[in-house]
């Protein structure tokens, strides 16, 4: 993202916009629909790919696993078709070439995630497959919010307040590092659901993301709360975290203890564990707008991007 | 991202996040992609030992439970029209203090005997949105059958440790699934993805000499060759237990055997 975006002149296209806030939105429902998929146990109830039960269109009777299973491709193919029609768009009306690279990647990582999810069905769930599947859907949700983001009216017109950052650690390298732990723990929590690993190590990971997310929030917001656009991510993933920690434990009770011995998926171990899959997708988004946010408002000061073997010392 | 260091730590977390990656593809599954390049079929079978039919023994006995019997979970069928019937599980299936579904067969003592296996298949049929039977004991290479007799489809889904997985569908009125599996294994998992709630365990052995607990909690094992044998009694909740067995000639042995309830 190195061009000067202040001197371009980049119109704001409402309708662009509004349909990048619409993949968005689906594609929330379709992690949501692969989470229901996961925890009512149906990932293989359609037993090939790409086709279902032999045919490349007919919707098979929506009953039992099936009911998920195929909802969820349905969905994922609406996704694929929606990421077409913003790349054909974005090609014709965007003219910032980094946006239409990120329109191109999004199409790539959508294309990528299918491939994953064939892969699922035809080698019956291998844990390694399914975990990249999971952190790939909510990069994909990521890419989806941060396209909306950017074609945004705020973000194309406004004239950014920008403060900058002595602190160190940044907050940008803070926002950074909450990024990477909240990935680990993705990878670490699909892994326990695929059944590739016990729970221990997402929910002592769990620490470590509440202790460097709350280190960031507290950082964005004793410092930069009068940035609005800094503010509000920070307040939400504080708020999100919160949220998901309650649900978290939540889905540890009523999978891990409660349900240790179910004879089938019950619906409060499928609520809790769906949304805490939901609200952790929202979760890292959030972290990743808020990480853009501050990039753009909070840059680190100016003499550390200079290496200081580099720096001519001026004249007296 | 200016500085080198800045393009350090990308490096550093993205090889971090491969190197997850990479742990998950070291669980399991891997036994799944061996067992997927083996074989399906067994090498070709040896000639039977032959066994004296004048000499053979006979082991039976009765599996109770000691304690409290569980009361059996409810399930819940409701997310399919087309399953009716009982709807109980049966993880561990108590009757009057009476152990059913144990999987009792010869662990050990056998020997470098081989036996013929059956033309005859054994049937697993699907009705009531269950598996009938809950336990099935079959010879490593022997056909198992399996019908589909539920207005519903179903998908058979067993998930071996050490044999070939496989995932097929099968829709009402549609032919039987003909299936073998070509290793030992005890106690192999079977699941409906449609069906959540339907589980059964077959078992695959070398030899004939196994039986399944009835609901009164008796087996019996016909045939066998007179000598020290090592009986296995095997309960898919409450593990296992073995019993060192000496049979004569001729002999029919009872050897009863209990479990506890698992501890909490």
């Not at chain 1, 949220?243 to 349900?259: D, I, K, P, S």
């Amino acid at each position: 993202m190195s061009t000067n975006l202040k001197n371009l002149e980049v119109p704001y296209h409402r309708g662009l916009h509004r349909f990048a806030v619409i993949l968005a939105c689906w594609t929330f429902l379709l992690i949501i629909a692969g989470a229901l998929v996961t925890s009512n146990d149906a990932g293989l109830s359609v037993p090939d790919w790409p086709t279902s039960f032999g045919s490349w269109y007919k919707i098979p009777k929506l009953v039992g696993g099936v009911k998920f299973e195929h909802t969820h491709r349905m969905i994922a193919q609406g996704a694929g078709l929606l990421t077409i029609v913003l790349v054909i768009w974005a090609a014709r009306a965007e003219k910032r070439r980094w946006m239409r690279n990120l329109a191109y990647a999004a199409l790539g990582t959508v294309i990528a995630q299918g491939i994953l999810g064939g892969i699922t069905v035809l080698y019956y769930l291998p844990p390694a497959v399914s975990s990249a599947h999971a952190a790939l859907a909510q990069t994909f949700f990521c890419i989806a919010v941060i396209i909306a983001l950017f074609t945004g009216k705020q973000w194309i017109e406004e004239q950014p307040r920008v403060e900058f950052d002595q602190h160190r650690p940044s907050l940008f390298t803070l926002t950074l590092l909450s990024i990477f732990i909240l990935y680990v723990q993705l990878i670490l929590g699909a892994m326990f659901r695929h059944h590739g690993l016990s729970w221990w190590p997402h929910v002592l990971n769990a620490v470590a993301v509440s202790f460097i997310l709350a280190w960031t929030a507290v950082r964005a917001l004793s410092l930069y709360s009068h940035i609005e656009a800094v503010r509000r991510p920070a307040i939400l993933m504080l708020s999100l975290m919160i949220a998901q920690l309650c649900l978290g434990f939540a889905a540890f009770l009523t999978r891990v203890e409660w349900g240790k011995d179910a004879v089938q998926p019950e619906l409060p171990m499928v609520l809790s564990t769906v949304a805490h899959v939901a609200v952790g997708a929202l979760l890292l988004a959030t972290t990743v707008v808020l990480a853009i946010q501050v990039w753009r408002h909070v840059p680190v000061a100016f003499e550390e991007r200079v290496p200081a073997a580099e720096r001519h010392v001026s004249a007296a | 991202m200016n500085t080198k260091a800045d393009r350090a730590s990308l490096i550093i977390a993205t090889l971090a996040l491969c190197a997850l990656f990479a742990l998950t593809a070291c669980s399991k599954k891997e036994n799944t992609e061996q067992s997927n390049n083996a074989a399906e079929q067994p090498a070709a079978q040896p000639a039977a030992t032959p066994i004296d039919p004048a000499t053979v023994a006979t082991i039976d006995g009765t599996v109770s439970f000691d304690g409290t019997a569980p009361k059996e979970a409810k399930i819940d069928m409701s997310q399919d029209p087309g399953c009716k019937g009982m709807n109980e599980a049966e993880n561990i299936v108590v009757d009057k203090g009476k152990l059913a579904n144990v999987f009792v067969y010869v662990k050990d003592g056998l020997g470098n005997r081989t036996f013929n296996v059956p033309s005859a298949p054994v049937e697993l049929e699907q009705k009531g949105c269950r598996y009938h039977p809950h336990v099935l004991g079959v010879m490593a290479g022997q056909t198992v059958d399996i019908k589909n007799a539920d207005p519903t489809t179903h998908n058979i889904h067993p998930t071996p440790k050490d044999n070939r997985e496989w995932n097929e569908s099968q829709p009402p009125s549609s032919p039987d699934i003909e299936k073998n599996f070509a290793r030992e294994e005890i106690m192999l998992p079977v699941k409906c993805n449609q069906h959540p709630w339907m589980k059964m365990y077959i078992n695959v052995v070398k030899s004939p000499f196994y039986a399944v607990t009835d609901k009164d909690g008796k087996y019996e094992i016909k045939g066998l060759p007179p000598g020290d044998y090592t009986l296995a009694f095997v309960q898919e909740k409450l593990g296992e237990q073995d019993q060192k067995v000496t049979v004569a000639a001729k002999e029919t042995k009872t050897v009863d055997q209990s479990f506890k309830p698992a501890a909490d």
